[in-house]
């Protein structure tokens, strides 16, 4: 019986020069923050408060996902052996459930307005929906470079998103109601924008879950890896195969693979080379066997 280990010493998803951009985000989203809920309170508009929410969510993702950073950095020691990448995804679920309560409170509150609809002041809640939503598209250009290479960044661009979508919903909002006078148009924009956060962030804390649960990654098809591995010369068949990752990016492999005639090492290097060049697989651990583990023990299990 032999084994391989194959693997990259990569950094982790988010470069230390990446941590500039959610610096500035978060700054300007504070800053912001204060004068929206200020203004929203002084408008009476539940569109605005929603959208300060939102905001306030905003702010609280970019926080997170910077300790994420400064967490993830720390090497791995005797009692981590794997690091601290994983607090990445614990930040990106929790600011997935952070952003379901919201949505989930805007909705309640909206429903209670629409029962008894307060007076609204447009002019200033179209004023301060515009400085919002200029305030969103900086920092949605800020963390777009960083959105697909970290659920955690991903996570806080989503929540940039929908308060970006929360300031347009805003701003024709008061559009509607300085020229109609419908101020229901207001409760009627916040049920929107929760409807619109509430599957995107069910996306987001699906796919921390499945990291969280060492599920395969969703980039990675488990049964073409199979398909793959069993098509090399001198593997005749592939068991306990398993394929998870760590963090956004950071997958890992471990497989048995059944070789009566090969030679281990020759073939331990070449699957290692086609899960890395085929798959992106850079962390592989391979143990070749002369026959199964499970029938050399006894042990008829998978």
Known sequence: MSSGHSHSHAPAAIQPGKERPLWIALILTNTFLVAEVV????????????????????????A?????IRVGKRPADAK??????????????????LLFGVAIYILFEAYQRI??????ESTGMLVIATLGLVINLISMKLLAAGKDESLNVKGAYLEVWSDMLGSIGVIVGA?????????????AIAVLIGLWVLPRTWILL???????????????????????????????SVHELHVWAMTSGKASL?????????????????????????????????QVEKVPCEMASGDHRY
């Open 39 to 62: 203004g929203g309170v002084v408008t009476g508009s539940l569109a605005l408060i929603s959208d300060a929410a939102h905001m306030f969510t905003d702010a609280a993702a970019l």
């Open 64 to 68: 997170i996902a910077l300790a994420a």
């Open 80 to 97: 981590r052996t794997f690091g601290y990448h994983r607090f990445e995804i614990i930040a990106a679920a929790f600011n997935a459930l």
């Open 115 to 120: 029962k008894s609809p307060p007076a609204i």
């Open 175 to 187: 559009i509607v109601i300085r020229f109609t006078g419908w101020t229901w148009v207001d409760s």
């Open 206 to 236: 699906r796919d921390s879950v499945n990291i969280l649960l060492e599920g395969v990654p969703a980039d990675l098809d488990i049964a073409a890896i199979r398909r793959a591995l069993v098509g090399v010369p001198g593997v005749s």
């Open 254 to 286: 471990s497989v048995h693979l059944v070789s009566p005639k090969g030679d281990a090492d020759k073939l331990t290097r070449a699957c290692a080379h086609l899960l890395e060049e085929k798959f992106a697989l850079h962390h592989t651990t391979i």
